[in-house]
C-alpha cells in the first residue's frame, strides 16, 4: 500500500456542512484506478453499507471508461469480468 486515501463522510472538519464519500474520492483518482484495476490486475474489496454499491460500480466504471482500459458499452462486461474472478468482493 503505497497511496491511502480517506472519505470519512462524518469526521469534522467534513461533517457538517459537507459529507464525503468513497464514490466521490474515486472519481477524483481514476487514474490511479485505472493503472491499479484496470492495468496491473488488482483487486478490489467493497466492504460497507449496500447503499453504496449503485455509486461504487458507477464510480468503477467511470474511471476505467477514462482511463482507457473499456469503452462505455464494454463497462459492464467488465465488471462482471472483476466478479467472476474474484477480482471485485462485496462485503
Known amino acids: 500500500l503505497t497511496t491511502l486515501i480517506n472519505a470519512f463522510s462524518h469526521d469534522k472538519p467534513h461533517y457538517p456542512p459537507k459529507m464525503i464519500f468513497v464514490n466521490q474520492r474515486m472519481e477524483e483518482n481514476t487514474r490511479l484506478l485505472g493503472d491499479l484495476l484496470g492495468k496491473q490486475g488488482g483487486y478490489f ?41 474474484g477480482r471485485y468482493s462485496q462485503e
Do not use: R
Open 45 to 85: 474489496y467493497m466492504c460497507g453499507l449496500a447503499v453504496a454499491v449503485p455509486g461504487i460500480d458507477k464510480a468503477l466504471k467511470g474511471a476505467m471508461v477514462a482511463e482507457g482500459v473499456c469503452t462505455k458499452q464494454g463497462e459492464d462486461a467488465w465488471m462482471a469480468e472483476m466478479k467472476e474472478s
